[in-house]
């Protein structure tokens, strides 16, 4: 379980397949404070530690988180937004966050205003688990959805947001990954009606 705050900017550092599978080399700030069979958050999914390296450490998607998130267009070099799972002795500065992916969403529009930016994105499909104030995970950090439609939504991100997360790498027309508000989630399935979950 995580929070949607960052610890770490990762670096890709290689990526090799493995079958259906793709192994992936980070290279972070936290690597010494890492431990083989851990759980950490990259862009907002949840993979497993499973080899440390001197300088970097190496985790491995699986075919169908490959499918459901955005790690498979990955390239050497870019950057990768980290967190380490939450200890329960700690505040929870975000909300809570499973690291799994709902579904990728497009940049639609990135607006850059006095002290901020506004990034909208599209959705591939209508939802109603985004609601306006609502906490909405993006790439692994947690926000605040605003203008939200069924199929779009805004936030607005900080600059201590922007210089430390993937958020200033970001262009119009790329995918990033959403996880929505696991309490809406459970909802939704409470008020929907069997024959259609």
């Known amino acids: 379980m995580f ?6 900017l990762g670096t890709v550092k290689g990526i090799r397949s493995e079958g259906t599978n793709l192994r992936l080399v980070i290279e972070s700030d936290l690597n010494t404070e890492l431990k083989v069979d851990q759980s950490v958050a990259h862009n907002g999914v949840c993979l497993t530690v499973e080899k440390i390296n001197a ?6 998607a699986v075919k169908e988180t490959l499918e459901k998130t955005n790690l498979d267009g990955l390239k050497v070099g870019n950057s990768v937004n980290i967190e380490r799972c939450m200890q329960m002795n700690g505040r929870l500065d975000g909300h809570i ?8 969403a497009t940049v639609k529009l990135v607006d850059q205003e006095e002290g901020s930016w506004v990034y909208q994105f599209q959705l591939s499909k209508p939802t109603k688990l985004i609601v306006e104030k609502g906490s909405i995970c993006i790439n692994g950090v947690s926000l605040t959805a605003f203008n939200v439609e069924e199929d779009s939504f805004n936030v607005t991100i900080i600059p201590y947001t922007y210089e430390n997360t993937v958020f200033k790498e970001l262009q119009e027309g790329d995918h990033v990954n959403i996880e929505f508000d696991i309490v809406g989630k459970y909802i939704q399935r409470m008020v929907t009606p069997k024959t259609l979950q």
């Open 55 to 60: 300088n970097n450490y190496e985790v491995v």
């Open 97 to 104: 966050v499973q690291g799994h992916v709902d579904e990728i």
């Open 3 to 8: 929070t949607g705050i960052i610890e770490s």
